[in-house]
């Protein structure tokens, strides 16, 4: 005589034989060949690459060819219908005769000081204003947001008349502090300021309200340790266009001694001959603080996007 194995209390052997079978089912594996909905097929992935090759190309190449051609010497023709990529005959030679030709490294200085100046005046002045349009609530603080976005549809030629007079009139004409006075706040920094601001959560700001922090402390200790991602887009972004300027320096100064490095290249360019050896050589050492600065400043700008806007 069979006997059925004893069950617990609250189990019936319909569903030990249902457990049963859940463990000895073989496990379901998927089809050999399937893929995910964002899995790419191998022409799919074929494809990507060669788009990204083509980016890299029409990227990279005109910097490689104006680097061969600063390399090349002066018996090497540039304009030969089969020209070379790379240089017979590389010296560096041609760089030296840029520092001969103009005063590059005075003209570098100068735009170094312009580029500091706006700089400084981005990184503090859009922080406090993004702050207080973030954070601190006052009369007119929508009305001065509006202003600020309607600045930003204006182009840069409707106010650059107005932007001279204005720097004429403040006695700064044929200055650097007027060269870099209309760039050391800009609107867009401040609305940038202002987004990563509000991205930190109210309830860190009430928090260290109710300890008795100041505003100062709270932008200081709370503020800014959550957007230095921010900031070093802002650095990046704000040195590149002082440094790549030419129109608005070309307006304001007249002493060719005070020249910044993009106005005083002009002159690599001369009225009857141009050696276009000389004029990418120049071209390389006005790029090459650039690369400098994003390759400086880069890191803490993509540590600062992941680790997000809060701290935990």
Not at 90 to 104: R, W
Not at 266 to 289: E, H, K, V
Not at 304 to 309: I, K, L, N
């Amino acid at each position: 005589m069979t006997t059925s194995p004893p069950t617990t209390a609250g189990s019936t052997p319909d569903s030990a034989t249902t457990r049963a079978t859940r463990t000895t089912r073989p496990t379901d594996k998927p089809r050999r060949g399937s893929r995910g909905f964002n899995t790419p097929s191998p022409a799919g992935t074929a494809v990507r690459y060669l788009l990204l090759l083509l980016v890299l190309l029409l990227v990279i190449g005109p910097f490689l060819w104006q680097l061969s051609t600063s390399l090349k010497g002066p018996a090497e023709d540039v304009y030969t219908s089969t020209p070379a990529f790379l240089p017979d005959q590389p010296t560096l030679g041609n760089y030296g005769k840029v520092a001969d030709t103009i005063p590059v490294w005075t003209y570098a200085l100068n735009s170094v000081v312009v580029a500091a100046i706006c700089i400084t005046g981005n990184v503090v002045g859009c922080t406090l204003a993004g702050y207080a349009l973030a954070r601190l609530r006052f009369r007119g603080a929508r009305l001065l947001l509006g202003l600020f976005l309607a600045t930003l549809v204006l182009p840069g030629e409707v106010t650059i008349v107005s932007q001279y007079v204005l720097v004429r009139g403040l006695g700064l004409a044929d200055t650097l502090a007027g060269v870099a006075l209309p760039g050391s706040i800009a609107m867009l920094n401040v609305l940038l300021m202002r987004t990563a601001f509000a991205a930190v959560p109210v309830e860190l700001d009430q928090a260290a309200l109710v300890d008795g922090a100041s505003v100062r402390q709270r932008l200081w200790h709370i503020g800014l340790p959550n957007v230095r991602g921010m900031l070093s887009v802002i650095v990046i972004f704000t040195f590149i266009g002082a440094w790549d300027d030419f129109l608005w320096p070309l307006i304001v100064l007249n002493d060719p001694q005070k020249y910044t490095l993009t106005v005083g290249l002009q002159y690599l360019d001369g009225t009857f001959s141009a050696n276009p050896r000389l004029i990418a050589a120049g071209t390389m050492i006005a790029f090459l603080p650039v690369v400098v600065v994003f390759g400086l400043c880069q890191r803490f700008f993509f540590r600062g996007v992941e680790e997000g806007a809060v701290k935990g």
